[in-house]
C-alpha cells in the first residue's frame, strides 16, 4: 500500500504579503501529494448550485482571491461557466493551466431514477463533453460521483484507471464510496482511488470509513463543511435532508462553533473549514458572496486548540445530511 500522502509545507498564498501571518504560518500544509507528481491544494472552491450563467464571474472571482483548485461535475451544470472563469482569471494573473487543480465527476447513472447506469462507451462519452464543456485538454481529478452503479461499479472503475493511464485525468477518485465499494475494486485487482470526496464536517464525522481511507492512501476531501451553520443552502430549491431540529441547532445563540469563532476571531465558518484542513483532508466551501469567499479561504493564519478539536469529535451526528436522499454512502 501507498504511504498515505506526503505532505508538503508552505505559505498560505492569501497571507504572504503579512509578515505577522506569515511568522504564524510556517510549517502548515497547504497541499497533499494524492498521486506521482499530483499535488492537490487543500482549499478548493465548490460549485454546486451556482448556475452556468453565474458561474464564470463567481469562479473568477474565487481563482482572483486565491483558490488553485475548483470542483465542479456533470451534474452540476455549469462546466462551461467554470472553465470560462477560470480561464479568465488565470489569463489575468498570468497564469498556466499547470497551475490549477480542476476535478470534475462522472454521472454514473442510478436506474432508481430514471438514468441507466454508464458502461464504457458511455463514460468515455462523459468524460469527452466534460472536457469539452471545460474547454481543456485534461483534468487533474476525475471522480465517479456516487457508488450507484452496484455491480457494475468495477466496470466503471476501470474506465477511469484507463483514463489515468493516458494522462487524461491527472488522477482519479471516488465519491460517496464506503468501505465495501472500496474493497471492490481492491478485490478486482485494480489500483485504489487517489481520493474519496465524502461528507465530513464536526457532525458527519465518519471516523471508521476515514481511517480505512488514510491506511489504505485514499485522501479525503471533505464536501458540505458548512453543514452545521444556520446560512447553509437556505435558499428555495436548495434540498438536503437537513433537519428542523438541526437548524436550530446551527442558529442557537450558544453555537459551539459561535464561540470558537468568537474566540479565534474569525468566522464560524472558517472554524468549520480549519477543523477538515487541520485533519488533513482537502475542503470545497461554495460562495457566491465575494467577502465569504474571501475568509473561507483564509484558514492557515489560525489553529484550532488541541482542547477544541477534542471538543469537536465528541459533536458526530452521525450520517451526512447534504443529499436530500440520505448519505449516498449507504448505497447498495
Ligand atoms: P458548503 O459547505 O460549501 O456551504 C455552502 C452554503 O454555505 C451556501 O448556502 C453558502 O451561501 C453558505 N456559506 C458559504 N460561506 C459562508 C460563510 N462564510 N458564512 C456563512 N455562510 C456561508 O456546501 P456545499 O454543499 O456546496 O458543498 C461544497 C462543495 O462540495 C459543493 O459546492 C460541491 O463542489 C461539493 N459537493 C460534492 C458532493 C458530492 O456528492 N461529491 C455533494 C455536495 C457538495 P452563499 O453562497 O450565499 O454564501
Not at 492569501?14 to 482549499?43: W, Y
Not at 451534474?75 to 470560462?84: A, S
Not at 476515514?210 to 463543511?225: D, H, R, T
Not at 442558529?251 to 468566522?267: I, N
Amino acid at each position: 500500500m501507498p504511504a498515505i500522502c506526503a505532505v508538503e509545507w508552505g505559505y498560505n498564498q492569501f497571507n504572504k504579503d503579512n509578515p505577522n501571518t506569515q511568522e504564524r504560518i510556517v510549517n502548515q500544509a497547504t497541499t497533499r501529494t494524492i498521486s506521482a507528481g499530483v499535488s492537490l491544494p487543500l482549499v478548493g472552491f465548490g460549485t454546486y448550485l451556482i448556475p452556468d450563467e453565474e458561474a464564470a464571474d463567481i469562479v473568477q472571482g474565487a481563482v482572483t482571491a486565491g483558490y488553485r483548485h475548483v470542483d465542479t461535475a456533470e451534474g452540476y451544470n455549469n462546466e462551461v461557466g467554470v472553465g470560462n472563469g477560470i480561464r479568465r482569471a488565470l489569463g489575468h494573473l498570468g497564469l498556466g493551466r499547470e497551475d490549477i487543480f480542476v476535478t470534475t465527476k462522472l454521472w454514473p447513472g442510478n436506474p432508481a431514477w430514471g438514468s441507466p447506469i454508464k458502461g464504457r462507451d458511455d463514460i468515455m462519452a462523459s468524460f469527452e463533453a466534460s472536457l469539452h464543456r471545460l474547454d481543456m485538454e485534461y483534468v487533474d481529478l476525475y471522480m465517479i460521483h456516487a457508488p450507484f452503479a452496484g455491480e457494475r461499479r468495477v466496470e466503471q472503475w476501470e474506465v477511469l484507471v484507463d483514463l489515468k493511464e493516458k494522462g487524461l485525468s491527472r488522477s482519479v477518485g471516488v465519491s460517496n464510496f464506503n468501505e465495501d465499494h472500496i474493497l471492490e475494486l481492491e478485490r478486482a485487482g485494480l489500483p485504489l482511488p487517489d481520493i474519496n470526496q465524502i461528507e465530513l464536517h464536526p457532525w458527519s464525522q465518519k471516523p471508521d470509513l476515514v481511517a480505512f481511507m488514510l491506511e489504505n492512501g485514499i485522501q479525503p476531501i471533505a464536501y458540505s463543511s458548512l453543514v452545521p451553520l444556520s446560512t447553509w443552502r437556505t435558499k428555495e430549491g436548495e434540498n438536503s435532508a437537513k433537519t428542523e431540529e438541526m437548524v436550530k441547532a446551527g442558529a442557537h445563540e450558544d453555537s459551539p462553533f459561535k464561540e470558537m469563532a468568537a474566540r479565534y476571531g474569525v468566522t464560524e465558518a472558517q472554524v468549520l473549514l480549519r477543523w477538515a484542513v487541520q485533519k488533513g483532508y482537502a475542503v470545497l466551501p461554495k460562495s457566491s458572496n465575494p467577502e465569504r469567499i474571501k475568509a473561507n479561504f483564509d484558514l492557515f493564519s489560525f489553529e484550532i486548540s488541541a482542547e477544541d478539536m477534542e471538543a469537536m469529535a465528541g459533536m458526530d451526528r452521525g450520517d451526512g445530511v447534504a443529499w436530500a436522499v440520505g448519505d449516498p454512502t449507504k448505497a447498495e
